[in-house]
């Protein structure tokens, strides 16, 4: 059978408002235009399935009108849903606030997507192949982080983990991340989050320090594409894509979504980076949080937009 992605995430729904400037403490803004839509794990989730790749979605959902919009929103993107709703409990939702430029700021209100326990877990079949996306967000919640740093270690050792710790990364407990990473293949951060989890500014050197020791990782570097630390290997630097963003919201999540695709397609690590580079760049330039390319778009502006061979690798 083909791999799938299996995503333990957390898909919330999204409010999403554009405004000139973020409000001063105390204060207020108009915004200029707003949505709703749903975002987290699903960006991942449906950036994959864009890309004709299988994918499950093995975390919480909520039992009221979020919880419905949720479902829906899977079913339509083709996206399997392992556990049943929680009952009694709505999924949660975020304000994101999205200034000129792209950049987004978020507030989120948990909901049903914070209660997956242990029990519900157990019963995720991972098939040897598979790949596994583990979400910072999931461990800073009280139940989901014990619950899935207690079962990864289920995983079969052939499933890829890929683990994207998030803007949380410096809130996490130690001891949660230190049991994720003990088991993730790949730690994909993009670059303010590079700095928090190694302490150091210099992408290179963060990209040489994050995630599992022999692990790889990725660093995101938005407008100047990424870094690739190859297992056993060195760092790869990739370039991006240009394009005018109006919204990075989901931009990440898109990468790695892509980036997951492109390892259940059997594309080494370098490969699968530079279509999620080029799938980032699409997804900027669109308004929304799920914006990513279909697989016959991607290829197109792939074939029109050819990156440039990477440079030598820098040994770390």
Do not use: K
């Not at 059978?1 to 408002?17: I, K, T």
């Not at 989120?108 to 029990?119: D, H, I, K, N, Y």
């Amino acid at each position: 059978m083909a791999p799938r992605v299996v995503s333990v995430g957390n898909v919330v729904v999204d409010l999403v408002a554009e405004v000139p400037a973020l409000p001063e403490r105390g204060g207020d803004v108009l915004a200029t235009r707003g949505a709703l839509a749903i975002g987290g794990a699903f960006t991942v989730l449906s950036a994959v399935r864009r890309q004709g790749v299988a994918a499950a979605y093995a975390g919480a959902h909520g039992t009221g009108p979020f919880g419905d919009r949720v479902r829906a929103a899977l079913a339509e993107e083709d996206v399997a849903v392992l556990l049943p709703a929680v009952p009694d409990v709505d999924t949660g939702w975020d304000v994101a606030l999205v200034e000129p430029g792209g950049e987004r700021s978020f507030v989120t209100l948990p909901g049903a997507e914070a209660r997956l326990g242990r029990g519900a877990l157990a019963s995720v079949a991972v098939a040897p192949g598979d790949l596994v996306h583990v979400s910072g967000y999931g461990l800073a919640h009280a139940v989901n982080g014990p619950a899935i740093a207690s079962w990864l270690p289920s995983v079969p050792a052939s499933a890829v983990v890929v683990f994207d710790p998030g803007p949380l990364v410096a809130s996490l407990d130690a001891r949660l991340l230190a049991a994720v990473r003990a088991r993730a293949d790949w730690e994909s951060v993009n670059e303010r989050e590079a700095r928090l989890a190694t302490g150091t500014a210099d992408p290179f050197e963060a990209a040489a320090r994050v995630g599992r020791s022999g692990g790889g990782a990725i660093v995101r570097l938005g407008a100047r594409g990424c870094l690739v630390r190859v297992p056993g290997g060195g760092i790869v630097r990739l370039h991006a894509f240009p394009v005018e963003a109006v919204d990075t919201n989901g931009a990440g999540d898109v990468h790695v979504g892509v980036f997951l695709a492109g390892l259940a397609e059997g594309l080494d690590a370098p490969a699968a980076a530079v279509r999620a580079n080029a799938a980032a760049a699409l997804a900027v330039a669109r308004r929304g949080p799920a914006t990513a390319p279909a697989r016959a778009e991607l290829a197109a502006f792939l074939a029109a937009h050819p990156a440039p061979p990477p440079p030598p690798s820098v040994e770390v």
